[in-house]
Nanobody, 121 residues
Framework: QVQLVESGGGLVQAGGSLRLSCAVS????????MAWFREAPGKEREFVAY?????FYVDSVKGRFTISRDNAKNTLYLQMNSLKPEDTAVYSC?????????????????WGQGTQVTVSS
């Protein structure tokens, strides 16, 4: 059984930093294509960052967020710097087994429960 467990969320002031972790069990992520998505209240879940053959980011986080992974720990990370109130959302990690458009949430097969990030102004 594949499980993804996010951690590292919390309350931070604008301009602060957080590092999210996504620990995976039940499969080895070394060759997996993975991503972070976020869902703010009243909004649809949106793509944030992707890690596969390359890395990709939504324009709103470029230069501030960095996606990375530690294959030995089977864990995906999202380093978030210079946080803004508009970054407030539940952040979830996901794995796609078969690829497809990396920014399309429907391409992903496995999801974590998410971790809340709240940025105060």
């Amino acid at each position: 059984q594949v499980q993804l467990v996010e951690s590292g969320g919390g309350l931070v002031q604008a301009g602060g930093s957080l590092r999210l972790s996504c620990a995976v069990s039940g499969r080895t992520i070394a060759t997996d294509r993975m991503a972070w998505f976020r869902e703010a209240p009243g909004k649809e879940r949106e793509f944030v960052a992707y890690s596969g053959s390359g890395t990709f980011y939504v324009d709103s986080v470029k230069g501030r967020f960095t996606i990375s992974r530690d294959n030995a720990k089977n864990t995906l990370y999202l380093q978030m710097n210079s946080l803004k109130p508009e970054d407030t959302a539940v952040y979830s990690c996901a794995i796609t087994r078969y690829g497809g458009s990396y920014y399309n949430r429907d391409a992903y097969d496995f999801w974590g429960q998410g971790t809340q990030v709240t940025v105060s102004s």
